[in-house]
């Protein structure tokens, strides 16, 4: 187990809806990272908070938003769902820096309808 | 483009024999690469991580080599068991940058 926890496991939703994840980081990281992992392909970076700010951002659009909350916790807001955003979403906590090991949590499961 | 390709996509191994799996990327300038395992509908762990200095990282029976200069890196496991059936991942950190990039990975299944 890394210490990360994500919440909920699973969730159906329909298009057009809006979405909100959680991810609760390893004590003491600072940093946490959001993916979205599409079923049987590689996880895609989203975006990246550190210290309650966004610090850097993949190609996705401004409808995936996201915060950290002063304890380091984290979420990723989807609004206006579509089919494809059916994936699991990752969130991985850290320390900053380059050599950094991210951990994962387990990942919620998210389907669109 | 950066990218990360891995090969093969599948593997079928008997347990106990060796398996090698396959990453090259073409992410420029480059400031570490990870193999992660992952199990179905769980989250990554991380194996090893190498920075372009390093050639060869060492976890148990998993060993993973770097060639910076051909952008190649593979990951060798020895004495498979069935509790190696996983996805493993190849994802290499660009330099100065804050995301990864992952490859679609290599699907391990380990029989009897």
């Known amino acids: 187990e890394t210490g990360v926890t994500q919440s909920p496991t699973h969730l159906i939703k329909t298009r057009g809806q809006q979405v909100t994840l959680r991810c609760s980081s390893q004590s003491g990281h600072n940093t946490v990272s959001w993916y979205q992992q599409a079923l049987g392909q590689g996880p895609q970076f989203i975006f990246q908070?550190?210290?309650?700010?966004?610090?850097g951002r993949g190609n996705f659009p401004p409808r995936f938003s996201g915060l950290q909350f002063p304890n380091y916790s984290s979420e990723l807001n989807v609004n206006a769902l579509e089919l494809d955003d059916s994936a699991l979403y990752l969130c991985?906590?850290?320390?900053?820096?380059?050599?950094?090991?991210?951990?994962f949590g387990p990942g919620t499961r998210l389907t669109v309808t | 483009k950066n990218q990360v390709e891995q090969s093969p996509q599948s593997l079928i191994i008997l347990e106990g024999k060796n398996c090698t799996l396959q990453c090259n990327y073409t992410v420029s300038p480059f400031s570490n690469l990870r193999w992660y395992k992952q199990d179905t509908g769980r989250g990554p762990v991380s194996l090893t991580i190498?920075?372009?200095?390093?050639n060869t990282k060492s976890n148990g029976r998993y060993t993973a080599t770097l060639d910076a200069d051909t952008k190649q890196s593979s990951l060798h496991i020895t004495a498979s068991q069935l509790s190696d059936s996983a996805s493993y991942i190849c994802?290499?950190?660009?330099?100065?940058?804050?995301?990864?990039?992952f490859g679609t990975g290599t699907r391990l299944t380990v029989i009897p």
């Open positions: 908070y550190y210290r309650e700010e966004e610090n």
């Open positions: 994802v290499v950190r660009p330099f100065g940058a804050n995301n990864l990039f």
């Open positions: 991985a906590s850290s320390l900053e820096g380059i050599l950094s090991e991210q951990y």
């Open positions: 190498m920075t372009f200095s390093e």
